[in-house]
């Protein structure tokens, strides 16, 4: 057995709308010198034993990333903001307003990047129509309406980020 010490790119990514915990990703270049193999592997980081994961060498491109698993050294909230929670009828129609935070804070003695991920809803029929109000400084996709923030975060910081959207739709359509 061979112990190698590798330099990493260390990523943390989040879906606050799915999980409120942010994970961490190592990615690893010129990993094909080491000459690996499939199998097990310890994860150690932050000199603390993290668990055992699975290296797939079969799946890896010229960057090799490997899943750390949650960090409890970030925080992350969502929560929905009820001062722009409203509805509005207008003829046969109704408009809904929704807002969310999202709260990211770095409890770590060192700075981090950290990608976010939300989405805007996608109506499926031409009835209902969905209005994109606001996402501060993230980066939207036209087709997927995900948006993607990716911020890089100091020591002891948080930073907040919107997303704000309206609904249009029949007055006897139900939203889920």
Known sequence: ?????????????????LDKNAYLTAKITNWQDLNLFDG??????????????LLDLQ?????????LGKDKGIAIERKQLKEYKSK????SNKTES??????VK????????ITILDQFPIST????????????????N??????????????????????KYKVKSPKNASLI
Not at 143 to 158: A, C, D, Q, R, Y
């Open 1 to 17: 057995i061979k112990k190698f010490n590798l330099p990493a790119e260390y990523q943390y990514m989040a879906v606050p709308k």
């Open 40 to 53: 097990e592997l310890n994860l150690f980081f932050e000199g603390a034993f993290l668990g055992k994961s």
């Open 59 to 67: 799946n890896a491109s010229d960057t090799l990333a490997i899943s």
């Open 88 to 91: 509005q009828f207008l003829s």
């Open 98 to 103: 929704r807002a969310f935070e999202i709260t």
């Open 106 to 113: 770095n409890n770590k003695p060192y700075a981090v990047a």
């Open 125 to 140: 029929t031409k009835e209902i129509t969905v209005f994109d109000e606001e996402y501060n400084e993230g980066e939207r």
């Open 142 to 163: 036209e087709e997927t309406k995900l948006v993607t923030w990716k911020l890089k975060l100091p020591s002891k910081s948080e930073k907040k980020l919107n997303l």
